[in-house]
Nanobody, 126 residues
């Protein structure tokens, strides 16, 4: 099982980045893919998730209206388009997989996660 996250970088406030999470080693359609983030000294928090069975998407309140999650099932890849980035979005971002049934819970708890990817750093300067 592999979840390969990429796309992080340094951007000015108000800018945009697109993160990618390429999955392999499990049946993509059976899982929801989510993004978590963790800033130094802070708890890990769920950002967004998408259930690949039905395309339902979920967002933390802090990113609603600014971030958009999408899935390309043919490529087994999930994207997180992040617009209007703010300094408080600075964190290491991790993608993760959980059974579709837990897709909505991924933004609330990481306890439902079966697989984790490595992090990609997002830094937003003011």
């Amino acid at each position: 099982v592999q979840l390969q996250a990429s796309g992080g970088g340094l951007v000015q406030a108000g800018g945009s980045l697109r993160l990618s999470c390429a999955a392999s080693g499990f049946t993509f359609d059976d899982y929801a893919i989510g993004w978590f983030r963790q800033a130094p000294g802070k708890d890990r928090e769920g950002v967004s998730s998408i259930a690949n069975s039905d395309g339902n998407t979920y967002y933390a309140d802090s990113v609603k209206g600014r971030f958009t999650i999408s899935s390309d099932n043919a490529k087994n890849t999930v994207y997180l388009q992040m617009n209007d980035l703010k300094p408080e979005d600075t964190a290491a971002y991790y993608c993760a997989a959980a059974r579709n049934a837990w897709g909505s819970l991924m933004i609330l708890t990481s306890d439902v996660v079966d697989y984790w990817g490595q992090g990609t750093q997002v830094t937003v300067s003011s």
